[in-house]
């Protein structure tokens, strides 16, 4: 087996030679505490913290649970079984270690001992076991329900260890277990509330759920018993704002902590702002258009290859996010290994795009589909006006964010603007798009290159192997273009000057077990 466990001896020697040093340093520390830096400060009790949501909720319940908006509330009361740190490397959260065989058919997690949910039944092996359960139980309906369909079961091997066996090789499976998956949920509220679960939530996380006003505000109170020590928040309030500019006048009014997702020109703003701090935590995913392969003139790979061609990013990049923004090649953000390994991506030629339009024969008219966010419209006008001069004639219709997502998934769209936050292992964000059986190919592409691909990414541990596939991942995109990739998806940040202890992460996700307001 290999394990994965908490690298706490470094850390305990290193304490053990800073003890040795206090003497020395002592009176010098007397005459420099005037000038340390915030972050040196103690953790202030107390206060509210209010953080912008894209959308309201579906629910408060994992198995509802459909983007990285639904988990920033999901990870305030449950936390996860495993974390992400900055880098996006896996490591232990409420599972203290982790194991898996060498072919990755098994995996083990053992439990940290002591730690109970908000109701104070006990956070076990068999409760994690009854909430694998209840996700794999079709009648639920969990959305994520096809991620797990290697699972072949899932048991108690001892009080606080669960094992998990797997149909097939599954490299990606632990990711999962920072992820909704990972969400463990009371079984006892679950017996208790029944339907009503989804607005009722019970969890082991930092914080209590309180009350739902839907479409106005969601609020979580301290937990006095998390399992990693104080809480320093009295309360968490979470605040559903589809607008961005909305979101920034509110943060700017004082009547929000954090906004999330923030525009590049308000970031730019913001870092020269006293009154805000941003923080860039890198990137896990990528902005692109994605295109319907079953739907008239795209259907060509002549056409898919034109369009791709007569899109100039590196202007895009710098009009639309004022160069804050990567040009993308990949699906793979910054913080994944298999990031810009790709040979030949189609770049800026609107002579080329001419040629293979020349090729195609006939005239193209695309309907573009994008959500109602002012930067999007932008963005799809950018566009619209790059293809025209190449000869492509587009329709653009905005959707509420709900409504775009049902007509992705539904495919009822052609050319259709979005993004994907990305997930902590590369095969989060490949096999469920571009595998022909992938629950969210909502591109069709069908291609059985890709799907050997994408099952020998999931039949091996080693990385050095894993970077091989995925580089041959990244040239069939390339070649085929399901997606036409634009830049990378940066989760920016930006709060309130007195917001401290926030935890830069690349999936953008706010962990507010450790944030306090500076007063």
């Known amino acids: 087996m290999v394990l994965f466990t908490d690298s706490w001896w470094p850390r305990l020697r290193a304490c053990a030679r800073a003890l040795r040093c206090v003497d020395v340093l002592a009176v010098l520390a007397l005459g420099l505490w005037a000038a340390l830096p915030s972050y040196a400060q103690s953790p202030v009790r107390g206060g509210v913290l209010s953080i912008s949501l894209e959308s309201d909720l579906p629910g408060i319940d994992p198995v509802v649970f459909a983007s990285n908006n639904d988990k920033q509330a999901g990870i ?12 996006g490397k896996l490591i232990p959260h409420l599972a203290e270690s982790f194991e898996s065989t060498p072919d990755a058919t098994r995996f083990k997690i053992t439990l940290r001992r002591g730690v109970k949910f908000h109701d104070d039944t006990p956070f076990d092996a068999a409760a994690v076991v009854a909430h694998f359960h209840r996700l794999m139980n079709p009648a639920t309906r969990y959305k994520g329900l096809s991620a797990l369909k290697d699972l072949e079961s899932v048991s108690v091997t001892s009080d606080l260890e669960v094992t998990f066996k797997m149909k097939s090789p599954s490299a990606q499976f632990l990711s999962l277990l920072t992820e909704a998956p990972g969400m463990v949920v009371s079984p006892a509220a679950v017996k208790k509330y029944g339907e009503n679960y989804l607005s009722s939530p019970v969890g082991a996380g930092p914080f209590v759920f309180k009350e739902w006003r839907r479409g106005s505000q969601i609020v979580f109170t301290r937990n006095s018993n998390y399992w990693k020590g104080p809480v320093h928040l009295d309360e968490v309030i979470l605040r559903p704002m589809s607008d961005e500019q909305t979101r920034v006048a509110s943060l700017k009014a004082g009547n929000l902590d954090i906004a999330m997702n923030a525009p590049a020109k308000d970031v730019i703003e913001a870092r020269n702002d006293k009154k805000f701090q941003v923080y860039d935590p890198g990137s896990l995913g990528s902005n692109f258009l994605q295109i319907n392969l079953t739907q008239p003139d795209v259907s060509d790979t002549r056409v898919r290859q034109a369009l791709a061609h007569a899109i100039d990013r590196a202007v895009i990049t710098k009009v639309i996010t004022r160069g804050l923004s990567k040009v993308a090649n990949t699906p793979f953000g910054s913080d994944l290994p298999p990031h810009e390994l790709v040979d030949a991506y189609p770049q800026y030629d609107p002579a080329k795009s001419k040629a293979l339009l020349a090729a195609y024969g006939k ?5 573009f589909t994008i959500s109602t966010s002012p930067l999007s419209g932008l963005l799809a006008q950018a566009i619209q006006q790059m293809w025209k001069k190449v000869g492509i004639e587009t329709e653009i219709t905005p959707l509420e964010f709900v409504q775009l997502i049902r007509a992705s998934s539904t495919r009822q769209y052609q050319v259709m603007l979005y993004r994907f936050q990305g997930g902590s292992d590369p095969d989060r964000n ?19 290159e890709m799907d050997r691909l994408l099952e020998a990414g999931r039949a091996t541990l080693d990385p050095a192997e894993r970077l091989k596939v995925y580089r041959q991942v990244n040239n069939l995109l390339a070649r085929e273009l399901p997606y036409l990739f ?14 401290k202890g926030i935890q830069p992460n690349p999936d953008g996700i706010i962990r507010a077990g450790t944030v306090w307001k500076e007063r």
């Open 76 to 87: 305030l009361v449950y936390d996860t079984l495993l974390d992400v740190d900055k880098k």
């Open 363 to 367: 005239p193209v008219k695309l309907k």
């Open 430 to 448: 490949v096999y469920s798009f571009f595998h022909s059986k992938g629950n969210n190919n909502v591109t069709a592409l069908d291609n059985p």
């Open 486 to 499: 634009l830049y990378y998806f940066n989760n920016y940040i930006i709060a309130q000057a007195n917001i």
